[in-house]
């Protein structure tokens, strides 16, 4: 099963992806996650697309697909879910070829819909384990009371400043690419409201009626 997931920022692509993953034993790429991480290894890679992130902007193309073709090149061309990638058309197109070389296409391309104040609720109380990179949210999954709260932050690019900006450059960058799934057939939209659960199940029950995922014997 080789899957992408789009959707704007906080609308639960990561959480969603990592069930997924886990529950179907398919490896998890999260561009934002390795991005973060070489941020703050100062890896010269991570120097350069610091600024974009904390910012609120894009990562530069050629600096994304590298990170992407790595990842994926390094752990398993057959059964991958990527979050946080493609985001633009030039990335898109980029990853049709890379899969095409390998005879490797896409079965589907996971959308999440919710409505823009659900997101904005799930962006501005999101926090993340500073070590670890496990996600939380105040309201819906509260850090355990037994984990050092100082080492529970919110990211710099999830303050009410950015949210805004980010939403903003998705519409613009990443709508199209919904787009271009669409036109490739393999677009499924599902709806993000409700608990993790009931969203992970939506996801279950559209793989299997899109014969993605053949029902266990
Ligand atoms: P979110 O989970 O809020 O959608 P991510 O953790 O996926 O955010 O990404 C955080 C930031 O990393 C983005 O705002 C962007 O600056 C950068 N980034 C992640 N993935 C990509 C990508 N595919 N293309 C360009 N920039 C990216
Ligand atoms: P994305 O990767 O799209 O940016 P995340 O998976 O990081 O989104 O989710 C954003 C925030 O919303 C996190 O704090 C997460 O714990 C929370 N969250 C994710 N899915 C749900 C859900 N179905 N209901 C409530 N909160 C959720």
Redesign the pocket.
Known sequence: MRIV?L???????????ALLAKRRGLTHT?T?TIIRAAIEAGTPLGEEARKYVQDGHLVPDRLVCVLAETAIAERDYDQFVL??YPRTIVQAEWLTEFLETHEAPLDAAIN?EVPTDVVVD??S???VHRTTGE???L???PPPPDIDPSLIIQRTDDRPEYIRKRLEVYRKETRPVEEYYEARGILRNVE?????E??YSRIEDMLLSSAIEKKPS
């Open positions: 997931f959707g704007p920022p906080g609308i639960g692509k990561g959480t969603q992806a999260s934002g979050d946080g999440l799930r962006l109380k999101r926090r996600n939380y949210h309201d819906f999954k993000g409201v409700g608990d993790v009931d969203v």
